[in-house]
């Protein structure tokens, strides 16, 4: 996969795509970003593109990297992160009890340290995929209805898309949608299940999104409040 690099923002991965209509780039879950674009763009061009927007893409970078795990803090559609301070603890533990990501920490340690973000960003993870095969299939089934049809669903994290589809029918989705609203889970999986009937982004999808999440240009805005990170 080919790479440019830029002096500011370092090795940014370009993924070219037959069905694209204009650049799009993301910082994704691994700490780099992504350029998409048509297949027919110049890398040139890119490279101007970034050097433009690069304050913005920045800051992008800097809210992800901060973007730190706080007592209190909602955890997917059910959970929540308590922290507790314990003498009798030597090393920080991270336990799920019930709907609570407990995480006890000994003296000196704070939940800002980078080793106990680790770990909670494990626990995390394995809460939310828990969520997210609880719910996600469910629902996409009932969007689908009798409307469309898909071969399999899998999950994923390690990608800096909220989800995708495959030729051959296969939905992929990001666990990280269990941090959204219900109403934006609903237009990713809406979005998905279009695409098992128009592997683009024409008007024809639009018009075929448009059927099934009337708010989608709505909705379609706020999601860039979110960002499918960890």
Same mark, same amino acid.
Request: aromatic share 8%; net charge positive; with cysteine.
């Given at each position: 996969?080919?790479?440019?690099h +830029?002096?500011v $923002?370092g090795?940014?991965?370009?993924r @070219?795509?037959k069905?694209a209509?204009s650049?799009r780039?993301?910082?994704?879950?691994? =700490? &780099?970003?992504t350029?998409?674009?048509?297949s027919?763009t110049p890398?040139?061009?890119l490279k101007?593109?970034?050097?433009?927007?690069?304050d +913005?893409?920045? /800051?992008l970078?800097k809210?992800?990297?901060?973007?730190?795990?706080?007592?209190? *803090?909602?955890?997917?559609?059910?959970?929540?992160?308590a922290?507790?301070q314990?003498?009798?603890? +030597?090393m920080?533990v991270?336990?799920?009890r019930?709907?609570?990501?407990v995480?006890?920490?000994?003296? =000196? /340690? +704070?939940?800002?340290d980078?080793d106990? *973000?680790s770990l909670v960003r494990? !626990?995390?993870?394995?809460?939310?995929? &828990?969520?997210? &095969?609880? %719910?996600l299939? &469910?629902?996409? =089934?009932?969007?689908?209805?009798e409307?469309?049809s %898909?071969? @399999?669903? @899998?999950?994923s994290h390690?990608?800096? @898309?909220w989800?995708s589809?495959s030729?051959?029918?296969?939905?992929?989705?990001?666990?990280? $949608?269990? /941090?959204?609203?219900?109403q934006?889970?609903?237009?990713v999986?809406?979005? !998905?299940?279009?695409?098992?009937? !128009?592997?683009?982004?024409?008007? *024809?999808?639009?018009?075929l999104?448009?059927?099934y999440?009337?708010? %989608? /240009? $709505?909705?379609?805005r *706020?999601?860039?409040?979110?960002?499918?990170?960890l």
């Open positions: 996969m080919p790479t440019i +830029d002096e $923002l090795e940014i991965i370009v @070219r795509t069905n209509r650049i780039i993301k910082y994704a879950a691994n =700490g &780099k970003f350029a998409s674009i048509p027919l890398l040139f061009y101007r593109v970034v050097r433009d927007s690069r +913005d893409l920045a /800051k970078a809210a992800s990297a901060t973007d730190a795990y706080r007592e209190g *803090q909602a955890i997917g559609q059910l959970h929540t992160l922290v507790v314990s003498s009798l603890r +030597d920080p991270i336990e799920t019930h709907n609570t990501i995480t006890t920490l000994p003296p =000196g /340690k +704070d939940i800002a980078a106990v *973000q494990k !626990e995390v993870e394995r809460v939310l995929r &828990k969520e997210a &095969k609880a %719910y299939p &469910k629902r996409l =089934g009932q969007l689908a209805g409307h469309f %898909y071969e @399999r669903v @899998r999950f390690a990608s800096g @898309r989800g589809c030729s051959n029918g296969t939905i992929s989705l990001n666990i990280a $949608l269990m /941090k959204l609203p219900p934006l889970i609903d237009y999986l809406v979005h !998905e299940l279009a695409h098992t009937r !128009e592997m683009n982004h024409s008007p *024809q999808f639009w018009r999104v448009g059927e999440d009337g708010l %989608y /240009k $709505l909705h379609r *706020q999601m860039k409040q979110y960002t499918p990170h």
